[in-house]
């Protein structure tokens, strides 16, 4: 009786299982791929390059006041020298702070830009998935997934999809 109840068990659970469909999406290259997004990306960039010119500018200045040190630190004094390194140190961590700034802001700014793309984006993913009679559908760059067929990612049908809703 108990073997009878244990292969009915495990009939019904394949059963349920191979109807279960799962889709992944990657929401990166929809919204790379997108009009909006494209938009956002330049901005990004834009800004990106203007703050890392600022960096390099004084990363460069960072360098001169090295290779001057090392050139005039035998003529310096002990004093001199300790004052130059200070010098040098203080800029160093400067930089440090301004580029983590930097970074920061970008993040949130990227974060800002992307949160309409976002929003919108969702109802298209569930759109496709109904039509694709998916029961569940994983951003493929966050989830575990490690391994899925070609046929389960909905990317392309997304993009599709967002591009028809919002020109």
Known sequence: MKKIILVM?????FSAMAEVKIAIVNIQKVITSIGEGKSVMQTLEKSFKSKQKEIKAEED?????Q?????????????????K??????????????????QKNIQNQEKELKKPILEKLK??????SKKKEVALTFE?????VVYAQKQVDITEDVIK???KKHK
């Open 9 to 13: 068990a495990l009939a019904f659970s």
């Open 61 to 65: 200045a960072i360098k001169k006041l």
């Open 67 to 83: 290779q001057d040190y090392q050139k005039q630190s035998s003529l310096l004094s002990d004093k001199a020298k300790a004052t």
């Open 85 to 102: 390194e200070d010098e040098i140190r203080k800029k160093i961590a400067s930089l440090q702070r301004k580029t983590m700034e930097y």
């Open 123 to 128: 109802p298209v993913i569930d759109s496709v």
């Open 140 to 144: 493929a760059s966050s989830s575990p």
């Open 161 to 163: 999809a967002y591009d």
